[in-house]
């Protein structure tokens, strides 16, 4: 995983003065698993679509081994793709489906059959090659597709939000199984989700973008434990993000009080989003506490509970072992390394307070608030 | 089981209007005028083996002269969009929307003698060309009317086909004959059966186009029913010989077309 195959430079695009992407700068490496992530309407699928050629950027270039293949149809580049709905050929069976590539590529008859072959065991479905397209469930359809785009041998696969239509539980095996089948064929797999735990399971590299901007690129523990700003952390995970001032290296302030963390470079007194994972934070008796607030909602999750509490007016979302009744007060403890700081952006102020929150019943909760308030 | 009670006005009109009809045309066939058996009528068929000769042999001529306008341009109308689309769609249906007759009647007075073509072929010196009463004038009527039942399955068929599914083939590196070859044709198939059969069926029964543009010389089967009910050679018996038989034919034809299409990687009507 270190020569760098795919480089998308200054790419925009825009649809009637629409801008789906603002200048996409991205270097993608041979071998790797990255994905982009975002919300729908991020640029992330126009981005894929340009890689493969289904789309030509207004600006921009994009480059493959070095050569720039703007005006390369798809037909001719050496990326396959898997599309989010399968897209199979309803009129061939399975064997044909997967061989469609190959004897278009003129190979002979029986490496056909050899590496069709391959291809379904690789996706676990061998013996399938006679079955017709619609006799397959929904996984199997899409580990057929993956197989038709594998057995052509791609240096890179796109997958467009390929386990979108799946249920839960088959979304969940298909992302170990589709991370195997990566390691296994040693190819670059670029992926496209708007699902965060996928990206964080399968990926090497994640690209979280919003509206046509790229907001943060690494590995999935760095966009997990450093966000950059306000929309990479709430996107990725649940986040409480506070204002607060950062008085000095390792001093941050909120609530008036000060706070040892463990970033640093900033400027004295600069206003920053503060970001407090769920799950960082610890509860303690009252008089114990860093903070004290009260608890104004519990929710079981199974694992742990949901449980938000009011901290002078600015509600935060608790991940806890520990039950506390609705109504108690509790004093809450958070360790240095706990804190993340970001710099102030466009975003700070749009995430991060859990006042509306309530599960599913988010539309709900609004209405109760508005009565609230009258 | 539920909503059955729907369907039994549709079961009766069916039994009425189809089903009867056509044990009477049986029992027709079969009989002669005082009721007895008899299988003469469909001896006395064989004179008019040249009328069901020429009948298929036009009417298939016309089906594939069809095919091969009706496909393009149903391919380019599910492709285009936009007012060139919206255009053509409204050239193809307008012609449906004037009365048959008087569609075939125009035709008429372009192709004869001294008819509008002739004429303006004369201005430069040509002709004047034995247009009407030909089996070309007839042939020419059955494609002018039946072109739009071609047209239209074939279209509706392509226009639902998932660009998605064009896509992957590019992806897996067709150019765009192989597209076409490969994926779109294949699955456009079912639209195509049902085009032919859209236009064959009624091309093998008119009496219409061929009376009015191919004159009194040729004899197609739809003008031989026509007269054993309503012309000169009254014998309903021999018309209904002569039904029965055209309709076996034809379904035998329709049944080996669609088992060949079904052949064909797969496809299902």
């Known amino acids: 995983m270190s020569k760098e195959l795919i480089r998308l430079s200054d790419l925009r695009m825009v649809?009637?003065?629409?801008v789906v992407l603002n200048s996409i700068n991205l270097y993608i490496n041979?071998?790797?698993?990255?994905?982009?992530?975002?919300?729908?309407?991020?640029?992330?699928?126009?981005?894929?679509?340009?890689?493969g050629g289904f789309q030509s950027p207004t600006s921009g270039d994009v480059f493959f081994d070095?050569?720039?293949?703007?005006?390369?149809?798809?037909?001719?580049?050496?990326?396959?793709?898997?599309?989010q709905k399968y897209a199979l050929f309803t009129h061939m069976n399975l064997f044909e489906n997967i061989a469609f590539g190959l004897r278009i590529a003129k190979v002979p008859e029986k490496e056909i059959e050899q590496r069709v072959n391959e291809a379904l065991e690789l996706v676990n479905l061998p013996g399938y090659g006679k079955r017709s397209v619609d006799s397959l469930s929904g996984g199997q359809q899409q580990r057929i597709a993956i197989a038709r785009a594998i057995v052509n041998r791609p240096q890179v696969l796109l997958l467009d939000e390929p386990l979108g239509a799946l249920d839960l539980k088959l979304r969940k095996d298909m992302q170990i199984e589709l991370k195997k089948i990566q390691q296994q064929v040693g190819i670059t797999f670029i992926y496209v989700t708007h699902d965060q735990e996928e990206a964080l399971t399968m990926s090497d590299t994640i690209v979280v973008m919003d509206k046509g901007n790229i907001q943060q690129i690494g590995s999935p523990t760095d966009i997990y434990n450093e966000p950059k700003n306000?929309?990479?952390?709430?996107?990725?995970g649940e986040s409480n993000i506070i204002d607060g001032i950062m008085h000095a290296d390792g001093v941050v302030g909120m609530y008036g009080k000060k706070?040892?963390?463990?970033?640093?470079g900033f400027q004295k007194d600069e206003p920053v989003d503060v970001v407090i994972r769920p799950e960082d934070i610890d509860i303690v008796p009252e008089e114990e506490g860093q903070l004290t607030g009260t608890v104004t909602e519990v929710t079981f999750k199974g694992v742990h509970y949901d449980i938000i509490v009011d901290f002078r007016g600015f509600k935060w979302l608790i991940q806890t072992t520990d039950f506390s009744p609705v109504g108690a007060k509790i004093g809450v403890k958070i360790d240095p390394d706990g804190f993340h700081i970001m710099k102030k952006s466009s975003y700070s102020g749009k995430f991060g307070d859990y006042s509306s929150y309530s599960d599913e019943y988010d539309e709900l909760s609004e209405d109760a608030e508005d009565a609230d308030e009258e | 089981m539920k909503n059955k009670a729907i369907s039994y006005p549709y079961v009766g009109w069916m039994g009425l209007f189809v089903v009867a009809p056509i044990l009477i045309i049986t029992?027709?066939?079969?009989?002669t005028d005082d009721g007895g058996f008899t299988l003469s009528n469909f001896q006395d068929m064989a004179q008019y083996t040249s009328a069901f000769g020429r009948s298929f042999l036009l009417a298939a001529i016309a089906t594939v002269v069809c095919l091969l306008i009706g496909y393009p341009l149903a391919y380019l109308l599910a492709r285009e969009s936009g007012w060139l689309h919206r255009m053509a769609n409204m050239l193809i249906m307008l012609p449906m929307w004037m009365n048959f007759l008087l569609r075939t009647y125009s035709w008429k007075f372009l192709l004869e003698r001294h008819g509008l073509i002739n004429t303006l072929l004369g201005l430069l010196g040509l002709g004047p060309f034995q247009m009407i009463d030909t089996q070309g004038a007839i042939v020419l009527g059955m494609v002018y009317n039946f072109l739009p039942y071609m047209v239209l399955p074939i279209f509706s068929v392509i226009e639902k086909i998932d660009p998605k599914v064009i896509e992957a083939a590019q992806d897996l590196g067709a150019d765009s004959i192989t597209v076409f070859r490969r994926v779109i044709l294949p699955l456009s198939l079912p639209g195509v059966l049902s085009g032919i059969t859209m236009v064959f069926i009624p091309s093998v029964s008119t009496f219409a186009i061929s009376r009015l543009l191919g004159g009194s010389k040729t004899l197609l089967l739809g003008n031989l029913i026509d007269m054993q009910f309503l012309g000169s050679a009254y014998n309903p018996h021999l018309g209904s010989a002569i039904s029965l038989v055209m309709m076996v034919i034809v379904m035998v034809c329709m049944a080996v077309m669609n088992?060949?299409?079904?052949?064909?990687?797969?496809?299902?009507?």
């Open chain 2, 27 to 31: 029992l027709y066939a079969f009989t």
């Open chain 1, 230 to 236: 306000a929309f990479v952390a709430d996107f990725i």
């Open chain 1, 30 to 51: 041979d071998k790797e698993f990255l994905t982009l992530l975002g919300p729908s309407g991020c640029g992330k699928t126009t981005t894929l679509r340009i890689i």
């Open chain 1, 259 to 264: 706070f040892s963390c463990v970033d640093s």
């Open chain 2, 259 to 269: 088992h060949f299409g079904d052949g064909e990687e797969g496809v299902t009507l």
């Open chain 1, 15 to 18: 649809f009637d003065d629409e």
């Open chain 1, 66 to 83: 070095g050569v720039r293949i703007n005006d390369v149809p798809p037909h001719k580049r050496k990326v396959n793709t898997v599309f």
